[in-house]
T-cell receptor, first 115, second 112 residues
Framework: GAVVSQHPSWVICKSGTSVKIECRSLDFQATTMFWYRQFPKQSLMLMATSNEGSKATYEQGVEKDKFLINHASLTLSTLTVTSAHPEDSSFYIC???????????FGPGTRLLVL | KQEVTQIPAALSVPEGENLVLNCSFTDSAIYNLQWFRQDPGKGLTSLLLIQSSQREQTSGRLNASLDKSSGRSTLYIAASQPGDSATYLCAVNNGGGNKLTFGTGTQLKVEL
C-alpha cells in the first residue's frame, strides 16, 4: 500500500522555539494532505487541510499563525509550530490522499514535547 | 456537525474469540467510512474502507458493515489473536474536502 513518512519521529524543544515537521508521500502524488493532533487517550482532531499549491484551510479554533502549513509539492507538506509552548506538546499525525473519496494514508506521527 | 461514537471504549477478550466493535454517527449523509488500527505511540493503519453505496467490506479475518440510514457501522474480528491488540478507530468522511471525523476509539486487548 501507499506509504507516508514523517520526520522527525519525535522532538524535544524549549519553550519559545519553532519546530518544523515534514510529511511525505513516498510512492504516490498527494493532492491533499491533512494534519491532525492527538492528545493522550484521545482521538485524532483535524487541524487543517492542505492542498498542493494553495493555502491551507484551518479548522475552527486552530491558530493559522501558530501552525504554519506549507504544501509546496505533491509529495511534501510541512507543519511548523511557531513559538511552541508546553501546551503544544502532543502527537502530530499527517495523512495524504490522492483524490476525493480515496483512502487516506497516515504517517507514523511525530511526538512533540515542549519543555 | 458530525459526531462519531464508538462502543465499547475498551474491551478485553481471550484469544480465539470473535468480537464486534461498534461505531455510530449522527449525520447519515456520508461519503464513506473507514476503520483504522492504531498501535500505542504509532500512526494509523487503514483496515477497511466502505463507500456509502456499499453494505460491507471484508479483508481476511475482518468484516466491516455499514448501515447508513441508522448511522451505524460494525467491525467484526474473527478468531482474535494477541496481535490484534490495539486501538481501533472508525472515521467518517462527509465528502466536504475529504475530511474525516474520528470516533473515540475502542482499545482492544486480546489475552493468551
Amino acid at each position: 500500500g501507499a506509504v507516508v513518512s514523517q520526520h522527525p519521529s519525535w522532538v524535544i524543544c524549549k519553550s519559545g522555539t519553532s519546530v518544523k515537521i515534514e510529511c511525505r508521500s513516498l510512492d504516490f502524488q498527494a493532492t491533499t494532505m491533512f494534519w491532525y493532533r492527538q492528545f493522550p487517550k484521545q482521538s485524532l482532531m483535524l487541524m487543517a487541510t492542505s492542498n498542493e499549491g494553495s493555502k491551507a484551510t484551518y479548522e475552527q479554533g486552530v491558530e493559522k499563525d501558530k501552525f504554519l502549513i506549507n504544501h509546496a509539492s505533491l509529495t511534501l507538506s510541512t507543519l511548523t509550530v511557531t513559538s511552541a509552548h508546553p501546551e503544544d506538546s502532543s502527537f502530530y499525525i499527517c495523512s495524504a490522499t490522492g483524490g476525493l473519496g480515496e483512502t487516506q494514508y497516515f504517517g507514523p506521527g511525530t511526538r512533540l514535547l515542549v519543555l | 456537525k458530525q459526531e462519531v461514537t464508538q462502543i465499547p471504549a475498551a474491551l478485553s477478550v481471550p484469544e480465539g474469540e470473535n468480537l464486534v466493535l461498534n461505531c455510530s454517527f449522527t449525520d447519515s449523509a456520508i461519503y464513506n467510512l473507514q476503520w483504522f488500527r492504531q498501535d500505542p505511540g504509532k500512526g494509523l493503519t487503514s483496515l477497511l474502507l466502505i463507500q456509502s453505496s456499499q453494505r460491507e467490506q471484508t479483508s481476511g479475518r475482518l468484516n466491516a458493515s455499514l448501515d447508513k440510514s441508522s448511522g451505524r457501522s460494525t467491525l467484526y474480528i474473527a478468531a482474535s489473536q494477541p496481535g490484534d491488540s490495539a486501538t481501533y478507530l472508525c472515521a467518517v468522511n462527509n465528502g466536504g474536502g475529504n475530511k474525516l471525523t474520528f470516533g473515540t476509539g475502542t482499545q482492544l486487548k486480546v489475552e493468551l
